[in-house]
């Protein structure tokens, strides 16, 4: 089976999560990815821990499969030339080194297309090549403030929240995904590389989507709202009997079973949703004193049969015995040579012609070292 990027080679110089995520899934699709560290291991997620097993972090397995892996000191000549020869031989270069530093060792992206014209040259960087601020470095949690999305993610009263997760290292690399992607399907018309220039900054300021069109359109500051929707209503998590659940009503319609699933004849205020959201405080006040009358399960089969979006917030125990999750293949196990057996989250795309493979646990550093060295001298 030949998956969508077979005999595309990527040397992949990045580390922690923006990159290693992004030639994850350039893996996943069946590109072949050659992880390229310094000398005992340089990726930084291989300590970060706990949790650890047997050694080897929960952290790093997260970011690193399919792919093998070689340990060069790029500052020295012969391991330079070595990282050289295998430019030759491949399509894309990914790297997350702070700008300058790969054209001070002499791996810039116009030494590169000296040796390989057809190169495709990603670099991922906090604020880009160009700016002010291009000599800082670049850190998810920085980034998110910086960049707005934590000023509206939280309440009035919880103050600026980060997202659970290093949301802007991966939107930067689902951002990097598309946009080698696209060099390489340029070049297969053009017979030329070129150079990408990612900025974790542009990326996380991409996300703010409606909201950011909301502020450059009335120039008003958006309100942090917790779990409600800035312009639907209701669109939130509401107090069930046992716990809680999410409806997301978007319509009249939908708003119109609710109200008969519960059995409440709601004021003619709340007929649309501009009225809805102006009465926002009374109309989830309302709809509480209903819902908490039955259990968060309840309510969702109910509500399912009857059409209107809804779910429940899932604990992670919950959600690795998720039915639909199961077949759908999202988790996945694997032998470590180090740690044993393993459990990862699995790739959500779904090719039907040439799907995903899981081909190769994440290595240890310089694993392949001897394959792929010997293959370049």
């Not at 929707?229 to 319609?253: C, E, M, W």
């Not at 709809?287 to 059409?307: I, Q, S």
Request: proline share 6%; glycine share 10%; aromatic share 6%.
């Amino acid at each position: 089976m030949t998956g969508a990027l077979s005999g595309i080679r990527i040397l992949d110089l990045s580390r922690v999560l923006a990159g290693p995520y992004c030639s994850m899934i350039l893996g996943d699709l069946g590109a072949e990815v050659i992880k390229v560290e310094a000398p005992g291991g340089s990726d930084e997620t291989r300590n970060w821990g706990p949790p650890f097993q047997e050694g080897v972090s929960a952290y790093y397995l997260s970011a690193n499969r399919n792919k093998e892996s070689i340990t060069l000191d790029l500052r020295h000549a012969e391991d330079r030339h070595a990282f050289l020869k295998l430019v030759e031989e491949s399509d894309v270069v990914l790297h997350n080194f702070k700008t300058g530093t790969m054209e001070k060792l002499g791996l810039g992206y116009d030494e590169l297309r000296l040796v390989n014209p057809g190169i495709v040259y990603c670099g991922i960087t906090g604020f880009g090549e160009t700016g002010p601020l291009k000599d800082l470095p670049g850190y998810d949690f920085i980034l998110q403030g910086m960049s707005g999305l934590m000023q509206i993610t939280g309440t009035p009263e919880s103050g600026p929240q980060k997202v659970g997760v290093a949301i802007v290292d991966i939107l930067t690399g689902l951002y990097a995904c598309i946009g080698i992607q696209a060099a390489l399907l340029e070049r297969g018309a053009s017979g030329e590389g070129q150079k990408l220039d990612l900025s974790l900054y542009d990326c996380a300021v991409s996300s703010l989507v409606n909201i950011g069109s909301n502020y450059l359109m009335t120039g008003k500051e958006p309100v942090r709202r917790g779990n409600t929707h800035a312009q639907i209503a209701p669109y939130q998590t509401f107090r069930t009997k046992d716990s809680q659940v999410i409806l997301a009503v978007g319509t009249n319609t939908q708003f119109d079973v609710l109200c008969q699933l519960i059995g409440w004849d709601p004021p003619a205020s709340f007929a649309t949703n501009a009225g809805r959201v102006a009465h926002r405080e009374t109309l989830t006040s309302m709809l509480e004193l209903y819902l908490h009358e039955r259990t968060t399960a309840e309510w969702v089969e109910a509500m399912r049969t009857a059409g209107i979006p809804c779910g429940p917030i899932h604990t992670f125990e919950e959600l690795t015995r998720d039915p639909q999750l199961e077949h759908r293949n999202m988790w996945i196990s694997g032998e470590h040579p180090v740690a044993g057996p393993i459990r990862m989250i699995g790739s959500p795309l779904k090719l039907s012609r040439t799907p995903v493979t899981y081909r190769l646990i994440p290595p240890e550093p310089g694993q392949h070292q001897t394959k792929w060295i010997k293959r370049s001298e």
